[in-house]
């Protein structure tokens, strides 16, 4: 085997991923990137502003900066790159909230990842002694800094997606799993007869209310909060249910369960609508950068995986539905179209 040198670099620069990824909590933990908002500054100001070392902060922007966090201008000044303002508070960013709770709470756990691969329990179950959603259950300021993490990355990710729902003929939807109901106040501004509701956790869609209030929609759409596990809590009769990112974060016994209530709830003949990640099916690699990173997430935090689309088909004929179509949109996510059929087929 020859030596190449190009490889070794390569592997050191991937050995290097956690560095990468600590120096950009830094960024959004010390505020260096929100100090920026409001322009370029001299670097021993920007130190000053966020209690650091000038040197120091000289040596991460320096390195940043070739990851577009940062632009290095003349005169010891820097001002924000093409990234920077996602690493800034106060900005509707993904990557601020993100930052912050995977360093606080998701960092630690993949040091357990060689475990995972071993006896496929989820890294957090080794780390924490429990489920990542257990623990989050006794460490609510964690959980809620996850939420909004999670609520700003999806609407990020997703917000071409409403323009993508094939609703043609529906007039009342039910959002399973819709969180804080943005997705319908989306979807509101484009099918202005569109009716429905918000179907959270109680304590999750408490904060749909106020959302769909502040939009002028309260009349509109409605909130109920209870289990997707249970049919009996899942508002019944919706022309549609749709279901936003919400069955990759569980394995295909819990998915098939939370659909099949789905099916209890919408009777004969009601639309699903899933707006998921489909991959590409084996071995086909490699896999578009946000879907890898979010099947490494699976692999590593839950006892879930990204799905291709003989996986989604064979879960929604078992689950007493027949897919229609999968339609592209212009994000990574595809909106998996489905209809309940008097059939059910058992995996």
Known sequence: MTHDSDATVRAVRLLAGFQYAQAAFAVARLGIAG????????????????????????????????????TLLGDDRVDLGPLGPAFAPDTGSSAYELALTWADTLYAPYAELHRTLRDGVPAPEH???????????DHPEHAARF???????????????????????IRSVVDVGGADGSLLVRLAGLHPELTGVVFDLPHVVAEAGPVLDGHGLGARFTTVGGDFFVADDLPSGADCYVLSYVLHDWPDADAERVLRAVRAAGG???????????????????????????????????????RTAADWERILAATGYRLDRIAPT???LSVIEATATNEETRS
């Open 147 to 169: 939420s909004a993490a999670m609520r700003e990355g999806l609407r990020t990710v997703r917000y071409g997606v409403p323009a993508s729902l094939d609703l043609c003929g």
């Open 127 to 137: 780390h924490y002694g429990k489920p990542m959603f257990d623990w989050f259950a």
């Open 268 to 306: 004969d003949g009601a639309r699903l609508r899933l707006v998921e990640l489909v991959l590409p099916d084996w071995p086909e690699h490699p896999l578009p950068p946000f879907a890898a990173t979010m099947e490494l997430t699976m692999l590593g935090m839950l006892a879930a995986r990204e």
């Open 35 to 70: 100090h920026l908002m409001g322009g370029p500054l001299p670097v021993p100001e920007l130190a000053r502003r966020s209690g650091t070392d000038p040197t120091r902060l000289r040596q991460l922007l320096r390195v940043l900066a070739g990851e577009d966090v940062f």
């Open 330 to 332: 212009s994000t990574p």
